[in-house]
């Protein structure tokens, strides 16, 4: 059990752990995809998942090319799949903004529950989410309130930090807090996000998998604890 008393600071990714959103990034790439090469065939969440989770928009896109290379295209240079991941990310970033001007926003209860309850003893909220559209979704589901400081992949941007897998990710959430990493306790639901937390040297980082199917992914990323919901966490580390 860990005391409250060690814990400064909690820091959370978005999509996924806090919000149920990360299906509307899965459709808006599928739309995307489809439209641009106009292919109806289905592109199932796996390859979504194994593509784009946890990555920007251009390191997603260009990882999904690579794979289809043969099948739906014939590229001549790297020029142009540099041109078509643009293309494409810029796409389904205008309709991932539509979705989520007219659809509602579903939070986890579990998250907000534990956020509440560490709040009242003393423990800082941050936001950790490479997502340049973190803020539009934080006030669509009018949960900003919560947190004390958001790194996103707008202050990311600049003040010219990497984007997840890199730790200094983290590091740059943590100092927006203004607490040590050492002393944070992290809740995420990638591969990358976990590694970064993880490599950044943060107090424990908790897997959330909700979607059963990135636990090992977790795991391997070095998560202290996987859970499928944050219900009872609070007990584990002593703060509810």
Known sequence: MLSSFTIEAFIWDLDGVITNTSYMHHQAWRTAIQSYFKY????????????????????????????YEHTWFEK????????LAKEIAKEKNIIFKEMISTNEIEVFSDAISLMKSSKEHGIKMGLSSQSENADHVLDRAGIRKYFDACATGITAKNSGTPNKPDPKFYIHAANLLGVDIRRCIVFEDTYAGAYSAVSAGALRCLGVARNTANTMELISAGCDIVARELSGIGMIMNIG
């Open 40 to 67: 109806e065939m289905p592109i199932d969440d796996i390859i979504l998942s194994k593509c784009f989770d946890g990555v920007p928009r251009p390191v997603g896109i260009k990882r999904f090319l690579d794979i």
């Open 76 to 83: 001549s240079d790297s020029s142009q799949i540099e041109h």
